[in-house]
């Protein structure tokens, strides 16, 4: 087994603001492949601020990793092997496990949502499309510009978040809107006010983390008991091993393959969450159609999507699973077997 992997830098259609702030043109990726046998699997690993997880750490973890001890005949033991290395690192074993899981599916010559025993079903799965944080003139503008996607998500948490909401009402009055606070109210009580104004309005589906993961438990309680909409963790919600405190904070979640570390914890983590009774989700970062393919591979095991994160770049070098008007579909995707992925182009790694 050889791997290989390099940093790739993904050109962002317009610039991009989360609760923080901070805005940017990019975003980078640490892409990877594995090869054994002529079969070749496809990963990648998105950065993030928010979990340290940056294209230097990436790397640093994925030369750790002997090849010879991966093989595509068993995931389970290879995933085994590369926990073993070193603790957190979710970003890079996200990379490997979505490499590994490719190859195995290639080499079974079936799709990893057949794999998985999940299947996949046409015109059911629709992904939301993000409006990031901005002026709102320019909230406005995307919102227009995103009127072929039935279903959005909002971006608030920051000063000038009830303009944002009325810019983009204004020009789409009658969408489903989901809204992700990003950790961004501090109190509960600030929360619940915001919840409040949110529930005036009737199409606001759910909100997404209102308060720091780090907030004590009883105070996210406290939220849910008297939330006037639905309320989805995402900082506060990793693995399987999270269900317990989100089932009591939350009436759902939205699992992303960079914090499971690939698409097997990933499924673990929507089968634990389904199990509690939890509303799911599956969400990405900005990251090239081999993360959002590898990604909508798990859509059986959802109740929404949200991943639109190649959707929102203009250099994506792969070709997977097409979202038109939103609608998640592998009918069009070329490549039959595996992550169903291919270069569109110019191989990154050439
Ligand atoms: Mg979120």
């Given at each position: 087994m050889k791997l290989d992997f390099k940093p790739f830098e993904l050109k962002l259609r317009n610039t991009w603001t989360i609760a923080n702030g901070r805005g940017s043109n990019f975003a980078s990726v640490v892409l990877a492949r594995l090869t054994d046998g002529g079969i070749v699997g496809l990963g990648e690993a998105p950065t993030s601020r928010r979990y340290s997880e940056s294209v230097e750490s990436m790397q640093a973890f994925l030369r750790l990793?002997?090849?010879?001890?991966?093989s595509f005949d068993d995931v389970p033991g290879s995933m085994a092997y590369v926990e073993r290395l070193?603790?957190?690192n979710c970003s890079a074993k996200c990379a490997v496990n979505v490499a590994l899981l490719d190859g195995a599916a290639r080499k079974a010559g079936k799709p990893i949502y057949d794999l998985l025993g999940l299947g996949f079903r046409e015109n059911k799965h629709v992904t939301s499309f993000s409006i990031g944080i901005d002026t709102k003139e320019i909230i406005r503008a995307k919102t227009l510009e995103a009127a072929v996607y039935p279903v959005l998500k909002l971006k608030i948490g920051m000063p000038g978040e009830r303009e944002n909401l009325a810019a983009l009402r204004a020009v789409a009055p009658g969408k489903t809107v989901r809204v992700d606070?990003?950790?961004?109210?501090?109190?509960k009580e600030e929360a619940l006010k915001n919840l409040e104004w949110l529930a005036e309005?009737?199409?606001?589906e759910f909100v997404e983390q209102p308060m720091h993961a780090s907030t004590p438990p009883a105070d996210m309680a406290w939220l849910k008991a008297r939330s006037p909409i639905p309320l989805y963790a995402d900082e506060s919600y990793?693995?399987?091993?999270d269900v317990a405190l989100c089932a009591e904070c939350f009436h759902g979640v939205n699992v992303k393959l960079l914090k499971a570390g690939g698409v097997s914890e990933a499924y673990e983590a929507l089968k634990a969450a389904q199990k509690a009774g939890l509303k799911t989700m599956i969400g990405c970062m900005i990251e090239t159609s081999v993360l959002i393919t590898a990604a909508a591979h798990l859509a059986e095991l959802t109740d929404h999507l949200d991943i639109d994160g190649n959707l929102?770049?203009?250099?994506?070098?792969y070709l997977g699973a097409t979202a038109g008007k939103g609608m998640m579909s592998f009918a069009k995707t070329p490549e039959k077997n595996g992550l169903r992925v291919r270069t569109r182009n110019a191989d990154p790694f050439a």
């Open positions: 990793v002997n090849p010879a001890k991966l070193a603790p957190k606070a990003n950790e961004g109210w501090k109190t309005d009737p199409l606001i990793h693995k399987a091993g929102l770049i203009d250099n994506d070098p």
